[in-house]
């Protein structure tokens, strides 16, 4: 049975969702509610949150929060070009997958089962960059989410179960982080990894 959290301040959108899901044996609401207040993350297999983009700095730090207990999905608001901007950042922060209101409902169910097994759901529109240098720093996105994780205190297994890669795949984006930026030791990595956090506290809490 995967347990659900569903976090959104739309009333309609919140009731649709609980229609969908209430008719999904495998599946089970334990919360429905309009924001992340007394969320027991710690309990729950996945937490749907619904992301406005006016409040991308507060969603980014109550992403980062949340991915430190639990499986995060992002049902964006985002529209137009702006929607691979802001599937970019959620991911960075630690969600596991980023959908859109006009998903079918069977992308939904699946992204659901998909991110409570520890996979990752990656838009269409930034699958294709995943592996591509950022303008910025050089580091490819999954080198900045090895990067961001190594920052909230993961260690190597822990990002591998975070991003639902193996070990050894952790192991080899920590070998081109280095050579790239030039890093010697882990100390000068972790360093590095804290000053490149793009606007989002580090969590302290240790991840599951």
Known sequence: MI????????PVVLHGLQYVFNRTPEIT???????AQGIPSSALDVVLLGFCPSEGAACGRQIAELSRKTSVLILSWARGPERKNEAVRCLRAGARGVLYPDAPVNILLDAVRTAAAGRMVIPTEVSSFL???????????????VLDCIAGGYTHSQIARHLGISRHTVDTYVKRIRGKLKLGNKAELTRAAVQLISGLDVPQTSPR
């Open 3 to 10: 347990r659900l959290g569903i976090i959104d301040p739309r």
């Open 29 to 35: 609401i334990e919360i429905s509610q309009a924001n």
């Open 131 to 145: 592996e591509a240098p950022a303008a910025t720093d050089q580091l490819s996105l999954r080198e900045q989410q």
